[in-house]
């Protein structure tokens, strides 16, 4: 009975003893002398940390990983006080180790801290580190806790909080097949570095990075972080070279210059700038450099705050984002038009399908003309900014999607761009796996799941581009991207190999609309356009002095994302020179022109009409398959029909004149179909100018 008895009181002393060093370790270490008699140096010397610590952590997030510093030093000497860990915990939570901030709001809750927002804090740390049940429980922990007027104030982003928790459960199940990729530090810095802008030949990435870009850089009064300025890598091969600051009176000195969009030929960049609130800038690509940005008119900056651009293929319809009067809630996407006068029209707000109450940001338009990225707070987002996709169908925008995990994340994602391709993407970011604040990442869209392949196998692809750092795939998800031809190359004089600046118009052969209007590099004579499947096209290619130049492609629907190198050399507009016509389509064995034609007809039209004086052989030629009379006859017969045709259209026919070749004058072989193809064509020739 004795022994059961003495059981009993140790049983008892050990539950004592163990509550006790709860107790013990649940009270907060206060940074005070009665808790360190025997150390007053060391104290003394974690006072003032603290004291410098917190200079820092009230000038706001961009000095906290500067107060992790003296905060560290003095919970070295004290890790047991609440507060400290506390605001240790916030400074984590704000910089690319946000899981770090778990264990220390974690550790400020077992020490009864006094903010009881510590636990909506420790709600977002797991939010960010995928962790949504936990996020869930301290979400609503921090949700019981408040007083009815605190819970009125705090209901609606509690409800976000939890909406996103939802939303990421689900979008974390099916992760979208990509790779996903740091770019390094050749691009990145320990500042905050975003809003990439490719060229449209995709090999100049511009972006927005908050580095000094001297010893003399001084901060915004606002954040306390360096101003913004554009910064630029050239991709030599499969290599981005390190980053330099952009050339040019664009970047200026204690001022904001941001990246915010770029048009298709590549050959204006708008800029943001922050006077007045924020107002976008276009800049020209003249002679290789860019000149002095010029503010756009004031249909489109307001006093209120204006940052992304989107401008559509044709140039004549822009997107762009503000949060001036009329939006829906903060920044919205908004959109305006050309008029009769070559003016930008009074701005429409996109409506409801893509605008939400919270803020929409960061603009971009595939090359497609009909596909819309952007990013928002709002829809189905799994915290803070979402990158998402809209297309244009029957006459609407299509309600937006969410590009999924491990693109988006719970914190921002921001800026998507994408090459010519749709293959690869760019955005930014705040990662564990970041070099400080926000980075630029690459995506590659990997499509439809094809058949397995060995991983080491799949790792080797995958690192001829890059080195791989996150690897996602899905097993029956993807993201749908529009197979796109590329067609690219250089336009120089066909004599000097002289680089030329040209116009290409690019048509719609069925329709005869003009699709677009790109012009190549005035130094370089490069050009890039991009085609989307189910059209047949045909590209003129256009300069002073020189006789176009026209291209037809036809584009299937069913057409894998491809890249034709096509060098175009353009021929003086002299005495003897001729060009083959390649968009003259006639039925099959007929002299019937097919409404494919009128497009280049057209083209033709119209140099004829700037060239008064300008007189032409149009001529007909055939390949070999059938008998030599037969041939001629139907090649003068076609020649006589595009003749016919321009006449028609008020051409002099002095000016004209036609005759047939049959296939007498072959330019390829007539034993191959291809070459056949080639033999079976129209061209004109200058007789008199």
Excluded at 360 to 378: N, Q
Aim: with cysteine; hydrophobic share 35%.
């Amino acid at each position: 009975m004795k022994t059961k008895i003495n059981i009993q009181i140790k049983s008892l002393m050990i539950v004592v003893l163990t509550i006790l060093s709860i107790n013990v370790y649940s009270q907060s270490v206060e940074f005070h002398r009665d808790y360190f008699p025997s150390d007053r140096a060391g104290l003394k010397e974690a006072l003032q940390d603290l004291k410098d610590g917190d200079k820092l952590f009230l000038m706001g997030p961009a000095m906290y990983t500067d107060a992790l510093v003296f905060y560290s030093r003095a919970n070295t000497f004290n890790p047991n006080n609440a507060m400290l860990n506390y605001k240790i915990g916030i400074c984590y939570l704000n910089s690319v180790n946000h899981p770090k901030s778990i264990e220390y709001f974690e550790k400020a809750v077992r020490l009864n801290v006094p903010q009881i927002d510590v636990y909506y804090y420790l709600g977002l740390a797991y939010q960010f580190n995928l962790d949504f049940e936990k996020a869930v429980e301290n979400y609503n922990y921090y949700r019981r806790s408040l007083t009815p007027p605190e819970l009125i104030n705090n209901r609606e982003r509690i409800d976000k909080r939890l909406s996103e928790c939802r939303n990421a459960t689900e979008l974390v199940k099916k992760p979208v097949r990509v790779f996903i990729d740091n770019m390094g530090n050749t691009i990145n810095s320990v500042y905050d570095d975003y809003s990439p802008i490719l060229s449209y030949q995709g090999n100049m990435l511009y972006f927005t990075t908050r580095r000094p870009i001297d010893n003399k850089a001084k901060r915004d009064k606002n954040d306390h972080k360096f101003f913004e300025n554009i910064f630029v890598s050239q991709k030599l091969g499969n290599r981005w070279m390190p980053a330099t600051e952009l050339e040019g009176s664009i970047n200026t000195k204690n001022s904001h210059d941001a990246t915010a969009g770029i048009s298709f030929d590549g050959q204006t960049l708008f800029v943001y700038k922050g006077d007045k609130g924020g107002h976008i800038y276009e800049s020209f690509l003249k002679n290789n450099k860019w000149s002095k940005p010029k503010k756009l008119p004031k249909t489109i900056n307001t006093d209120f705050h204006q940052t992304s651009v989107a401008l559509t293929r044709d140039g004549k319809t822009m997107y762009f984002v503000s949060n001036r009067t009329g939006s829906i809630g903060g920044k919205d996407i908004w959109m305006t038009t050309l008029d009769e006068k070559g003016r930008w029209a009074f701005p429409v707000n996109m409506g409801a399908t893509i605008n939400t109450e919270h803020d929409e940001e960061s603009i971009f338009l595939a090359p497609d003309g009909k596909t819309m990225y952007f990013s928002s707070r709002g829809h189905n987002s799994m915290g803070g900014f979402d990158i998402f996709k809209t297309t244009f169908e029957h006459g609407r925008w299509t309600d937006p999607v969410n590009l999924g995990f491990p693109i988006n994340s719970p914190n921002d994602d921001l800026f998507f761009t994408m090459d010519a391709t749709g293959e690869i993407g760019f955005f930014s970011s705040v990662r564990p796996d970041g070099f400080g604040g926000a980075d630029i990442y690459m995506v590659t869209f990997l499509g439809p799941e094809k058949p397995v392949i060995h991983k080491t196998e799949n790792h080797y692809i995958a690192s001829i581009i890059r080195p791989v750092k996150e690897r996602l795939i899905g097993d029956a998800v993807e993201i749908v991207t529009t197979p796109m031809t590329v067609i690219k190359g250089k336009i120089t004089d066909e004599k000097t190999d002289d680089p030329l600046f040209a116009t290409l118009e690019l048509y719609d052969n069925e329709t005869e609309a003009l699709l677009a209007s790109f012009t190549s590099n005035k130094q370089t004579g490069a050009y890039l356009i991009s085609l989307p499947g189910g059209k047949n096209y045909m590209i003129a290619v256009k300069s002073d002095d020189y006789l176009f130049h026209s291209e037809n492609i036809n584009v299937a629907q069913s057409d894998v994302s491809r890249e034709i190198i096509n060098n175009i050399k353009l021929k003086k507009v002299e005495v003897g020179q001729s060009i083959v016509l390649n968009n003259i389509f006639f039925d099959t064995g007929a002299a019937t022109l097919r409404p494919e034609s009128y497009a280049e007809l057209g083209v033709l039209y119209a140099l004829l009409l700037n060239n008064p004086s300008l007189k032409i052989e149009i001529s007909g030629h055939t390949d070999n398959v059938g008998s030599a009379a037969a041939n001629l006859r139907l090649s003068e017969e076609r020649a006589r029909a595009v003749v016919a045709y321009l006449i028609e259209r008020g051409v002099n026919r002095d000016r004209l004149t036609y005759k047939g070749y049959g296939f007498s004058k072959p330019i390829a072989s007539n034993e191959t179909a291809q070459g056949r193809q080639m033999n079976r064509r129209t061209e004109f020739q200058i007789l008199d100018k």
